[in-house]
Structures are given as C-alpha cells and as structure tokens.
C-alpha cells in the first residue's frame, strides 16, 4: 500500500488512491497542513476534521468514473455550502443555506470533498484581498504583498497545498489576479458556462464562477465536471468543455501595442512579460501588436453607472437597512451608486456598445490574446496608502474581459528576476475556453516553475486528446499555404475546419517551390520510398459538405489525392500535377514548408522597449 502523500494534483492524488492510499490519510494531510501554514485569515469557515473524514469514507475504494474522487477543494465564502453559513466577509449578512450551489452538487457528485469556506474581498468587491474584517490571507509567496482578490482565500488555500483546486468568483479579475500573485492557475470560464445558482451575485449579468489550480489540467477537469446547463439560472448557457489537448502550431496571439503597455513602473514584471512573450515565440506562435486604448475604456466602465448600480441592486435591502455592517472601502463604492439614475446606467450600456463594434474587428484579427495579468505586485503598505487607486491599477487587464464576453485563463510563466512569480493572462471569444486552456497548459510547461508555493514539480505531461469527435468528419492533409498560421489557412476555418494534429508524410514524397504562385506554394509529389523523405504536414478535419465546398476551389496545378502517412494511415490532401515542377526548387531537405520559410524570413519578435 501505498503510504507517501503526495502532491495535490489530481493525477498524484488518483495515482495514490489506485495503488492502495485511502481518502481519510489525504483528509489528516489536509488539516495537518492548514495547521502548519497558519494562516486565519484564509478561511472564514472550516468544516470539522471527523466530517470530513465521514463523507472520505462512504466515497469506499477508488472509483475511476468519478473524476474528483478523493480530491479535496475550497469554496469562496460567497458560493453556498449546505450547512455552512455564507457570509460574503459581512458577519451580519451571514445566512445557513440548505442546499448546495449547483456547481458545489455538481462537484461533490464527482467525488471532491469541501474542506471549508475562504475569506474574500466583502462581497466580491476589490481585487487586493484586504477588504475583509476577517484576518487577512497571507500571499502564499510573499507574505509583505497583498494577496490579491477578491477570492483572497481560495487562492492562497490552493497555493499553499491545502486543496487541490478552489472555487472563486471573477467579475471583474477576481478568478486571475489572485492565481497571477500566487503563482497557480486561474481559469475564469466564459459567462454562462459554470452555474451560478446558489452564488451571492456582484453583477449578476457578469458573473462567473472561476476556478483555482495548481495546474492547467486539473482546472480543465474541473471546469469538464461543471460546465453544464442549468435551467435554474438564467443566465446560464450551453459552452460544451471542448477543444482541450492538441493546439494549433502556429496560433496568431494579439498583445497590447507597446507604447500602451501598462506597469506603473514595475521594470521587473515588464521584463516577465516579454520573456513570457519569447516563450510563446519559441513555442511557434505569431504575436500581433494589437491597439489597446478601446479595451482600457471598456475596463473603466466597469465601476461606473451601470455596474456599480448593479453591485447596489444585488445586497439593496440589506444595505439600505445596514449600511455600517460594510467595510468602510466596500460602503464606499456601493454607497456611490445610490445617486445614480436609470438615465446613468443606459449611458454606461450605449458606450459598451459602442466599443464593442470598435473592439470586434480587433478580437477577430487575432486567435487569442495574451496580457499581463497584473501590472505589478503591491505590498500591503501600498493598499494602506492608497486603497483605491491602486486596487484599480491590478484591473488594468482585467476589468475589460466579461463586459466583452471573452474567456481567460491565468498560468504561471516563471519567476521574476526578484523571485516574485510572473504570470500572463490568455483571452478568447466566448467558448474558446479550451484554446485558451491549452496554450496556457503548454506555457506553463514550457516555464518549468513549481506548483504554487508548494515546491512540488509539475506532473507529467499527459498526452493531448484529439479534438475531433464526429466520426462523419473527413481528414485532409495540408502541407503548404493552408497550414496554421499560413496566408490561406482562412479557408479551412471559414469552412468551419478543426486541427487535428501534425503529422509527418511517410518517407516516399518530394517537396518543391512552385514558382509565380500567390501567395507562395510548395507543390509534393509522391515517389518511389527509396526517393523521397518524410515531410512536415498538418491534418485538418472537415464535414462531407465543406470537405466538397474546399475541393472544388482549389485551381490547377494543385489536386487532392491519397497522402501515406508514417503511422501507417491515410488521408485526403494536396498533391501537384507534374507539369507544374518544371524549373521548381526542391526544398525536401528542409523537411516542410513551415521550415523553409522560417530559413527565408526568420520570425517576427515583439521587444522590450526601450
């Protein structure tokens, strides 16, 4: 049997439990490390040890289909528990709900054991964690800093170890900034994916329930358990957890133009980014220098008329009656709503509008984006000093996301120069959620950093899962100007086409420049296996009716025949006629189009300014 606790991820912790390692000696590990980081100010409620230790035992013997089975987790103290009381950090707010959120069922239902409820910024609102009466949760990396909210205490409960993965909430930053201050993961899903039945709402048309990890795979498999409709919230939708595993080669990844980057003097966390930027290059991906002034408009919407009004709208009788219950920051901002009109709120609507059109055309041109997730790291002196101000400088590429109904991760990217961590922030359209989990599990790995402040080394790598699962789709192989990131991909993807893999060519093709095409083609040719070389080439996968619709679009001297594959499968892709080789390069030593290029016109990077 096994006896060595492990780390926290889920696959260590399903590892232990399939070889023999029981639930209840996990549950003593758990409260052994809560007393030994000592830290009050994390939980505002705890459950009992011998409780826990109950609901470990009739989970009984490890059981595969439950995919949190054993697996311990934290809810933020604004999300209800059955039988713990949710206060939102307001003591005389506190009720005892009967029923568990939706997503706390959901989870509970797939084996993971609630340890406690965690402290936050009052009533979701701040994105420092200090807007508490409750102690303050110590940055799990620098106890000098702030530990970032609003979901203060799920953050750091997962840094440390305690947990597996937390719930928070992320409204405006508060599922990122805290992940990006405490060196974890922080998926914060697109509006509507998690329920938010049984959550205390901030701005209910904002809302979302976000996830804490202390990996991108393991925030992935909760998101997997929990993103499903639920009839009870009106808000929820139907974002199927999809598109997780292989991503594409070269992905177009759009960052803010560098005269409006933003970091209020922190050189160190500008020097992050951009390594985290010469990660990505070195990963294959395109950046985009992308204008950011109509995003940082959209941020500052978002604690003015309408959504402040809507905070107010969300605790009014309970504000109105007990007013000086509030944090005197928290009674501050909410307090400011109560002059504002109706006539208020649709300005705040007619100008998100407005930027909206203005941003479309922006969030399109790119596969995603990557952002600092915060602009620096502040002490707790700095927060005594200047509460506001700077609780609205970590929103700076935050703040924006929801009102644009985009989805974001924050990932780890390393350690700063000073040993603080560094961490990005991907963003997607709505329901992009598993392109932006994807290449943000790859960073991560690609960072090498351990887990939090824990000093466990990342898991290993699983491998990526396809993401083609209709079996009436049809594989096509492209080997030139339709590979990802290539000037004709667009109409793979215009036809709805989805990556599947790169693959290689079994060893009997040639590889050749076509001259006078536009844009520039190679053009393969099948020969004998003892004449050619394995070549470099990326399988795409469309339904019956666009597989027709690309064929018949494609012009002479290009046709599609049958590709051999080195793994000893087949698939429809592009050949050229003969006649068309005539006075052709042969690149075939390079070993792909994608590697010829790169020889002609070395990639593009985005410096550091000066």
């Known amino acids: 049997m096994n006896s060595t606790i492990p780390a926290f991820d889920i696959a260590s912790l399903h590892d232990f439990y399939r070889n023999g390692g029981g639930v209840a000696k996990i549950v003593e590990a758990v409260f052994a490390r809560i007393a030994a980081v000592n830290d009050p100010g994390i939980f505002i409620h705890l459950a009992k040890k011998d409780f826990v230790l109950a609901e470990a035992e009739k989970l009984g013997s490890f059981d595969p289909s439950r995919p949190l089975f054993g697996i311990p987790f934290a809810v933020k103290d604004n999300i209800d528990v059955a039988g713990m009381p949710t206060t939102a950090a307001c003591p005389d707010y506190a009720y005892l709900p009967e029923q568990d959120a939706t997503i706390v069922r959901l989870l509970k239902n797939a084996g993971a054991l609630v340890i406690g409820k965690t402290n936050l910024d009052q009533f979701a609102t701040g994105l420092v964690g200090v807007r508490s009466p409750y102690p303050i949760p110590k940055n799990a990396i620098d106890p000098k800093l702030v530990p970032g909210g609003s979901s203060s205490g799920s953050a750091v409960a997962t840094a440390q170890g305690i947990v597996s993965f937390a719930l928070g909430t992320d409204t405006a930053g508060s599922g990122r900034i805290p992940a990006g201050l405490n060196n974890i993961v922080g998926l914060k899903p697109s509006v509507g994916a998690l329920s938010t039945t049984g959550v205390l709402p901030a701005c209910r048309t904002l809302d979302c329930v976000s996830i804490f990890a202390l990996t991108v795979d393991d925030a992935w498999t909760v998101f997997s358990v929990a993103a499903q409709h639920d009839e009870a919230d009106a808000y929820s939708k139907t974002i199927a957890p999809t598109g997780f595993g292989a991503a594409l080669p070269v992905l177009t990844i759009g960052v803010p133009a560098k005269a409006e980057l933003q970091f209020f003097g922190d050189a160190v966390m500008e020097a992050a980014y951009f390594n985290a930027l010469s990660a990505l290059e070195k990963l294959g991906h395109k950046l985009v220098e992308i204008p950011f002034a109509a995003f940082y408009k959209v941020a500052n919407l978002l604690y003015e008329g309408a959504w402040v009004a809507e905070r107010y709208a969300a605790i009014k009788p309970f504000f109105d009656t007990r007013e000086q219950s509030l944090h005197p920051v928290t009674r501050k901002i909410y307090g400011a709503a109560k002059t504002l009109s109706a006539a208020d709120a649709f300005s705040g609507l007619y100008a998100l509008q407005a930027l909206k059109k203005e941003i479309a055309p922006l969030i399109a041109s790119v596969d995603l984006f990557c952002v600092p997730t915060a602009p620096t790291h502040y002490t707790l002196a700095d927060l005594e000093a200047e509460p506001i101000r700077e609780n609205s400088r970590l929103g700076t590429y935050t703040n924006f996301v929801n009102l644009l109904d985009m989805c974001g991760i924050a990932v780890p990217t390393g350690t700063r120069s000073d040993g603080l961590p560094a961490s990005v922030t991907l963003l997607a359209l709505s329901g992009r959620d598993g392109l932006t989990a994807t290449l943000a599990r790859d960073l991560h790995r690609a960072s090498g950093v351990r887990l939090g402040a824990t000093g466990w080394s990342q898991p290993p790598s699983v491998p990526p899962t396809s993401t083609t699962q209709d079996a009436d789709l049809i594989n096509i192989v492209v080997v030139g100007a339709h590979l990802s990131g290539m000037p004709l991909n667009h109409q793979l993807t ?117």
Do not use: C
């Open 494 to 610: 215009d036809l709805g086409g989805k990556f599947s893999r790169v693959a290689q060519t079994s060893a009997a093709y040639r590889l050749y420049t076509l001259t006078g095409s536009v844009p520039p083609k190679p053009g393969m040719t099948r020969v004998g296996e003892d004449e050619g070389s394995e070549i470099e080439v990326e399988v795409w996968t469309l339904t019956p009716a666009a597989f027709g619709a690309f064929v018949a679009a494609i012009p002479a001297p290009m046709s599609i025949g049958t590709i051999m594959l080195s793994d000893g499968t087949s698939a429809k892709g592009f050949l050229v006629e003969p006649l068309a080789l005539v006075g052709a390069l042969d690149i075939t030593n390079y070993g792909g189009w994608r590697a010829f290029q790169s020889k002609l016109s070395p990639p593009h990077r985005v410096d550091k300014a000066s």
